[in-house]
C-alpha cells in the first residue's frame, strides 16, 4: 500500500521535473479529482492509503501531463462561470477572460435571444442561459469536431431544447432574421498566425488551431462578425468580442461600423484590455 503524502510529493516532483511550474497544485487537483475529495483532505490526511490500482491510474495521468497534454483535457473537464464543461481533444479550453465576456453580456441581456459566433465547448451559451430565465440561443460552430462537444455539454445542463446548435463556418447562410437579435456574442481565433509557434506546447500542440488562429494580423475574422451584428442585431442590443489585447483593443474599439457604436471596453485581471462591446444604434 502506498500513502497519500508520499504520493502528492511524486507528483508533484515529476511535474516539476517536466518544466511543469504550477507542479504542486497541480498534483493537488489531480489527486484532489481521483480521490473525489477537497483539497484540505489531502494536506490533513497524508496517511491514507492508496493501493496499486489507484497508482497505477496516477501514472498514467502523470504521464499524459508531461508529455504536454493540458491538465483539462486529462482531467476531461474544466470550470467556467461556476459550471462543469467537459473538454478534450478538439476544443478550445475555456479560459478565465471569457467569463467577464459573459459579466458584460449578462448587464446588458435578461431577455429574448442571443447568437454565440464560435461556441466551441458551448461555454459562454451555456453560462447566459443558465443565469437567464426564458431566453434562447443561436450556437454556431463551424468545426465538426468542437461542434459535438458542444452538444455534449448543452445536453448535460438540459439546454439544447432552448439552443439552435448550426455547424456552419463564418461565412455559411445563417437562418436569422435582420434586426431580431438581442445580443451577439463571440470569442474568435485572435492570435496572429506567425505567433502560434511560440506558444507553450500544451496549447501549440494539442489545442485546435482553428479556435486560436485569427489570420496575419489576428482579426481575420471580427469584421465579418461585425457585420452580421450590424444587420441582426435589434436598436440597443450590443454586440460584445473577447480580442487580444493591446493594439486589438484599441483598434476595435475605434470603430463605430456601420451602425455599432462603441460602448465599452474592459480590462481582464491582468489589467489586458480584453473585452469590446458595441451597441446598435
Not at 494536506?43 to 483539462?72: K, T, V
Request: glycine share 10%.
Amino acid at each position: 500500500m502506498y500513502q497519500l503524502g508520499d504520493m502528492r510529493c511524486r507528483a508533484s516532483n515529476a511535474l516539476k521535473k517536466a518544466g511543469i511550474q504550477t507542479h504542486s497544485i497541480e498534483a493537488d487537483v489531480i489527486l484532489s479529482e481521483l480521490l473525489e475529495m477537497p483539497r484540505t483532505f489531502l494536506h490533513s490526511h497524508p496517511e491514507y492509503a492508496l493501493d496499486s490500482q489507484f497508482i497505477s491510474i496516477l501514472d498514467n495521468i502523470l504521464n499524459r501531463r508531461i508529455s504536454g497534454e493540458p491538465l483539462q483535457y486529462v482531467l476531461g473537464r474544466t470550470w467556467f462561470f461556476g459550471y462543469e464543461i467537459e473538454v478534450g481533444r478538439g476544443v478550445l479550453i475555456p479560459r478565465p477572460e471569457t467569463e467577464i465576456l459573459v459579466e458584460e453580456a449578462l448587464k446588458r441581456f435578461k431577455k429574448g435571444t442571443f447568437l454565440d459566433w464560435g461556441t466551441g465547448s458551448g461555454c459562454i451559451t451555456i453560462a447566459i442561459l443558465e443565469e437567464t430565465c426564458s431566453t434562447r440561443a443561436i450556437a454556431l460552430e463551424k468545426d465538426p469536431g468542437a461542434m459535438s462537444w458542444a452538444w455534449k455539454n448543452l445536453s448535460k445542463y438540459g439546454l439544447l431544447s432552448r439552443t439552435l446548435l448550426l455547424n456552419l463556418d463564418a461565412q455559411g447562410h445563417i437562418p436569422v432574421g435582420n434586426n431580431t437579435l438581442d445580443l451577439m456574442v463571440s470569442n474568435p481565433p485572435y492570435i496572429e498566425t506567425s505567433t502560434i509557434p511560440g506558444l507553450d506546447r500544451s496549447v501549440r500542440d494539442h489545442e485546435p488551431h482553428v479556435a486560436l488562429d485569427g489570420g496575419a494580423g489576428g482579426l481575420e475574422l471580427f469584421l465579418p462578425i461585425m457585420e452580421f451584428a450590424r444587420q441582426k442585431l435589434k436598436k440597443g442590443a450590443h454586440l460584445i468580442v473577447e480580442c487580444g489585447g493591446g493594439a486589438h483593443a484599441s483598434y476595435l474599439g475605434s470603430m463605430n461600423f456601420n451602425g455599432l457604436a462603441h460602448s465599452f471596453t474592459r480590462h481582464d485581471l491582468c489589467g489586458i484590455p480584453r473585452i469590446v462591446g458595441w451597441c446598435r444604434v
